[in-house]
């Protein structure tokens, strides 16, 4: 029933029973290189300790693809945490761009699942409570109120 959302994604039995973690160093070299080596969040310049995010929590949704990977510093990652982003940072990733995306994902073998972090950030957003704390920046818990939001798919 959901092929399309799993086409290029995981198989049956990683959403049944999970999938492991995969290195995501090949995925951060590409965004330093395109982007530049600054956390996406706080814009600080990054060193050797990047951390590459999942704006989507991995643990909420488990999308290693291109589309919902930035780069961030270990302050603003680990404040994070599993914590939904707020909608605008979710709208900033999409931002950078289907095509561009699809273009660095194909250069290093990486899947880009631009689809499905629009779809993934749909479902999230419009099925949590009003009161559902959402992380702004480092430091910094709002609540995600009810609003409709329409991702943009450029």
């Known amino acids: 029933m959901n092929k399309t959302l799993l086409a290029d994604g995981p198989d049956i039995a990683d959403h049944l029973f999970g999938a492991d973690r995969v290195s995501l160093l090949k995925a951060g070299d590409v965004l330093a290189s395109e982007f530049g080596p600054n956390c996406f969040y706080c814009a600080t310049r990054l060193t050797a300790t990047r951390h590459v995010d999942h704006v989507l929590p991995w643990s909420r949704v488990g999308i290693d693809g ?64 009003e009161s559902t704390p959402v992380w702004l920046g480092r430091k910094n818990i709002g609540v995600l109120g009810r609003v409709d939001f329409e991702w943009h798919t450029r």
């Open 66 to 129: 291109l589309a919902n990977l930035v780069l961030a510093c270990p302050a603003c990652n680990s404040n994070k945490s599993d914590l939904l982003p707020s909608p605008g940072h979710v709208d900033r990733a999409l931002d950078r761009g289907q095509p561009l995306l699809e273009t660095l994902a194909a250069d290093i073998n990486w899947p880009s699942q631009f689809d499905r972090v629009v779809s993934a950030a749909h479902g999230l957003y419009a099925t949590q409570p």
